[in-house]
């Protein structure tokens, strides 16, 4: 696949299941579009992606060697790895920089760049993130299932997680690492006979990424096969710099209307930076909104 760089319909930054389903509508509709992917996913860690109808369970790179598979029937579509570090909208263009110091110019741009993890602090947990650590129990759950499980984090959080993770077991306890609880969780723990520690995790024990026990600091031991926590997420310099319109309360999410466009001209998002419904079938479903809604404008005379 090849093209002038330069005589693009539409740029995608941007590699995951958003950009990858966007590529393939405007494909189809023979639009040129150049996917400019950094090459460093969110969910490269996980060992499958789950609850996409026909691939389940496939990894996270087999997918997107499939979908790479799929698009090699079209012309119009190419892909490099870079990463875009400036972007600005000039003569009905946008203009993008790339940290390999290449400008690329196209009439409208998606932007499916995702957002970044911030991990908590707790010994023991790198190496097992992603394998006895999870954050998503539609997508982990049913793996662990039956086992012990524990769900880390604050009172909104073990309000939410503990109660839903009795869907795949029994045997399910709250901890959250050093924040009192307040009578609201408290009470909702109880009701449903959760047991709930607050003393903060000092310690994980288990070979080889396997979770085996949790060490409290006041000593406590708790055997557990598996954990779900609460991660903080943070966006791509790139969406402060275009001082995008956010909503939300957490993490503000880039504001779209119902077609994944934002209020900057010819600029749409999809994926995880506009949405906290992180799933791969649901960033793929507003990749194929958005490329439908960037053809649809791409037809109409520019005004």
């Excluded at 958003?18 to 860690?45: F, I």
């Excluded at 080889?208 to 991660?231: C, H, P, Q, W, Y």
């Excluded at 999809?270 to 649809?296: H, W």
Aim: with cysteine.
């Amino acid at each position: 696949m090849s093209m002038i760089e330069n005589n693009l319909d539409v740029l995608i930054i941007g590699g995951g299941p958003a950009a990858l389903s966007a590529a393939l509508y405007l494909g189809r509709a023979r639009r040129r579009a150049l996917v400019v992917d950094a090459g460093e996913p969110r969910h490269a860690p996980s060992s499958g992606v789950h609850k996409f109808l026909t691939r389940e369970g496939v990894s996270p790179a087999g997918l997107r060697e499939l979908a790479w598979d799929d698009l090699q029937e079209f012309p119009t579509i190419d892909h490099r790895q870079a990463y875009v570090d400036g972007l600005v909208f000039e003569d009905n263009h946008w203009r993008a920089r790339t940290d390999d110091g290449q400008t690329l110019q196209a009439r409208a741009v998606l932007l499916a760049v995702g957002v970044v993890d911030v991990h908590p602090d707790i010994p023991g947990y790198a190496e097992r993130w992603a394998r006895s650590i999870h954050h998503c129990p539609f997508c982990h759950g049913w793996e662990v299932r039956d086992q012990a499980v524990a769900a880390v984090g604050g009172n909104e959080y073990a309000r939410h997680m503990g109660p839903v993770l009795t869907n795949w077991s029994d045997d399910v306890i709250v901890l959250s690492h050093g924040e009192p609880f307040d009578e609201e969780t408290k009470a909702l723990l109880n009701d449903l006979k959760i047991p709930f520690y607050t003393s903060p995790i000092v310690d994980l024990e288990g070979e080889d990424g396997a979770l085996k026990t949790i060490v409290l600091e006041n000593g406590t031991r708790v055997a557990r096969s598996a954990m779900f926590v609460k991660l903080g997420q943070r966006h791509h310099e790139l969406i402060h710099t275009l001082k995008l319109p956010l909503k939300g309360e957490r993490l503000e999410f880039v504001e779209v209307d119902p077609m994944q466009r934002t209020p900057l001209p010819m600029l749409w998002a999809a994926g995880d930076i506009t949405s906290g419904f992180q799933q791969v079938l649901e960033a793929a479903a507003q990749g194929a909104r958005a490329a439908a809604s960037i053809i649809m404008t791409l037809t109409m005379p520019a005004h």
